[in-house]
């Protein structure tokens, strides 16, 4: 099936799409909070790691926290985001965001600060992550024509990618002078001007639907959107690939800074410099993966991509048999998982708004996060376990062996014939 743009957008739609305006400031509020989100994300292991002292169990608990919101309640998040209006969900996300961040900086001021309220923190941001990102998901559809989501979802990707590769080292060598917790600070301050942004959009045709009547149960409303998720093949390939990734990524996500940080004992600012590399990396492959979608199709670069991951983290559990080259290897490895992670994600951008109806997809996007949301915190507390019981090293081995996964799922995989969508599976 043809992509190409209606009449009146010129070839470049991830630069058109900006002149679409509630996109622009949807975009813009997005780079605000993905820059909070990087900057707290940073300060999250240094807080708990260096300053509070929490052993690697703690750690991976932390980190499930941090990641088990779609756990909790992503699937009745589904159904509310589709019956109310999309805005007033992120302005209501992003205030959550706001207090939970504020509270750290304050604390560590009072000289009050625990690992339980780094949990507890963690666990509002992560609840509030479920309706921003369910509810952001579901809001392109009503501020682009359907055909640029897919141009949109690049665009606040290789956005994303940029802040990436600039928060890190930033936050790195601000700690140097700074103590870690009043990053927070920051965190607290992007999410207030995303708020600000957020309330300029105006997305056509998003109303609330009403309160479900006796014929339209609540769990049906939740089976539905599961039933389109694990009927449609290209979304149920996507899950299974994605689920199991994110399983080995929660380990290693867990355990790698407990391993740089207090095994290593790498300085905060060269912490901040891998993140950096990797984030570099991405931005590369964010500029690359769109036209290679265009020019190899979107299903078989995914699958490429896809099949990269586990070579991409081998390098992490090799920092850790050959520990006076660690920096180079841990370099490496973030390097490749950037490129692996953006271009998968480039490559799979709006495939699920093109197959899936707008009255599914706060549902879809719902069910789906829960599944591969839900493995990260799941391996992260896997991770946990197994560093306990032998080691760091052997938690990293288990995470590049649950990433290799996937790549039998490729072999098996009927898809793997395709290099573009289908058109009879578009809506």
């Known amino acids: 099936m043809s992509l190409s743009p209606p009449a009146n957008v010129a070839p470049d739609d991830t630069v058109e799409v ?144 940029a802040i990436q590769a600039v928060s890190p080292s930033v936050a790195g060598l601000v700690t140097q002078s700074v103590a870690a917790p009043f990053l927070y600070c920051f965190a607290a301050l992007g999410h207030l001007v995303s708020l600000v942004l957020l309330r300029h959009i105006h997305p056509k045709g998003d109303v609330t639907r009403g309160t479900l009547g006796p014929e339209r149960a609540f769990r049906r409303e939740i089976m539905d959107g599961i039933r389109v998720l694990f009927r449609q093949p290209l979304l149920r390939l996507l899950l299974n690939q994605a689920a199991l990734n994110n399983f080995g990524a929660g380990i290693i996500l867990s355990m790698l800074p407990v391993f740089l940080l207090k095994e290593i004992g790498l300085a905060t600012w060269l912490y901040g410099l891998m993140s950096t590399l990797g984030a570099l990396a991405g931005f590369a492959a964010s500029l690359l993966a769109p036209r290679l979608r265009r020019r190899f199709g979107e299903i078989r670069m995914t699958l490429i991509f896809s099949a990269l991951a586990p070579f991409a983290v081998l390098a992490a559990p090799l920092a850790e048999v050959f520990r006076q080259a660690a920096v180079p290897l841990i370099a490496l490895a973030e390097i490749l998982i950037g490129i692996a992670v953006v271009g998968r994600a480039v490559s799979t951008a709006g495939l699920r708004a093109r197959v899936t109806p707008n009255e599914y997809m706060g549902r879809v996007t719902a069910a789906y996060s829960v599944v591969i949301q839900g493995a990260t915190p799941l391996g992260a507390l896997a991770g946990g376990l197994i560093a306990s019981h032998w080691f760091t090293g052997a938690a990293l081995w288990a995470g590049v062996l649950a990433m290799a996964l996937p790549l039998v799922l490729l072999l098996l995989s009927p898809l793997r014939r395709y290099s573009r969508l289908p058109t009879e599976w578009e809506v």
């Open 18 to 161: 900006l002149k679409v305006p509630d996109f622009r400031w949807l975009w813009a509020a997005n780079g605000f909070r993905y820059a909070a989100a990087e900057v707290a994300s940073f300060a999250l292991p240094i807080t708990a790691l260096l300053l509070l002292h929490a052993p690697p169990l703690v750690m991976s608990l932390i980190f499930m926290c941090s990641r088990a919101g779609f756990l909790v309640v992503g699937l009745p998040a589904g159904v509310w985001i589709d019956r109310w209006r999309k805005k007033p969900v992120l302005i209501c996300a992003d205030v959550a965001y706001t207090v939970a961040f504020a509270s750290v900086p304050l604390a560590y001021v009072l000289n009050v600060l625990t690992v339980a309220q780094l949990l507890v923190v963690a666990l509002v941001v992560s609840l509030a992550g479920v309706f921003f990102d369910v509810a952001h998901s579901s809001v392109l559809p009503y501020v682009l024509p359907r055909r640029l989501v897919s141009d949109g979802n690049a665009r606040l990707q290789s956005s994303e990618t």
